[in-house]
């Protein structure tokens, strides 16, 4: 709520409408459509404008997301060198180290020092002032080289501009390569065989190997069914012979 008893009034279309009182101008807004924003508080008389304050607010919102994720955060990058390298090495740091400045980012140049080599720290010295020399386009030292035990080192600040960050794509990070689609192998792997188990068949065919299977059994000629009889492989049992009978004789 507005409690300032005046305020200067712009339109929803951007023209002023001068100095009026502040229920006149809520009176209005109410009567456009619209919603009394206090857009300037701080001037003389405050600015209040005719808006949709919904999309006024979300407008803000997003502007702000919007700056937000292009600012960029300059970081501290560390280029360390030793009293013993090689050009080509020492020609790749430099490297290095512009491309750190390029992106707006500040740098740490370290030297070590191992066993004996603390004692010529005049060596250390003359090799950051050498690399200083060749990123000078590039970066100012904003800190002399200084001998902290076993390491020497600087600081060197960027000349340029942080590179803004460009926003991600939804996403974007999600990559379906090297995924096989369902139902395909992925290439360059060999599909899987899968056996499936034999079927067994309902009668076996003659003259296939195995034991033979008894014949079904057949009716004797009375109508009674005659027993089956075993396979030729089983053994068959030996049956006792029965003496005859003696002769009958009468007393003739």
Do not use: W
Not at 215 to 242: F, I, L, R, Y
């Amino acid at each position: 709520m507005i409690r300032i008893p005046q305020v200067r009034v712009i339109d929803e279309e951007g023209e002023q409408l001068g100095v009026m009182p502040t229920p006149k101008a809520l009176e209005m807004a109410q009567e456009r459509g619209y919603d009394l924003v206090e857009v300037a508080p701080m001037a003389a008389p405050p600015v209040v404008r005719f808006l949709d304050f919904g999309q006024y607010k979300y407008e803000i919102t997003k502007r702000e997301k919007d700056n937000k994720r292009r600012q960029r955060s300059v970081s501290f990058k560390e280029v360390r060198l030793s009293p013993k390298i090689g050009q080509g090495d020492f020609d790749t740091k430099v490297h290095r180290a512009i491309e750190f400045l390029e992106d707006g980012d500040r740098i740490k140049v370290t030297v070590r020092f191992r066993g004996r080599e603390l004692t010529h720290p005049e060596i250390g010295r003359g090799l950051l002032t050498r690399f200083t020399e060749q990123i000078k386009e590039h970066g100012v030292v904003e800190r002399a080289p200084l001998l902290e035990g076993k390491q020497m080192h600087l600081t060197v600040a960027s000349l340029h501009k942080p590179k803004e960050q460009p926003p991600k794509q939804v996403g974007e990070g999600k990559s379906t390569e090297g995924k096989p689609a369902e139902g395909k192998p992925a290439e360059g792997k060999p599909a899987e065989a899968r056996t499936e188990p034999p079927t067994q068949p309902t009668g076996r065919p003659a003259g296939t190997n195995g034991p033979a299977r008894a014949p079904a059994a057949q009716p004797d000629t009375n109508g009674a069914q005659a027993p089956a009889t075993k396979p030729t492989d089983a053994v068959a049992t030996p049956v006792a012979s029965q003496p005859a009978p003696a002769p009958v004789t009468t007393g003739e």
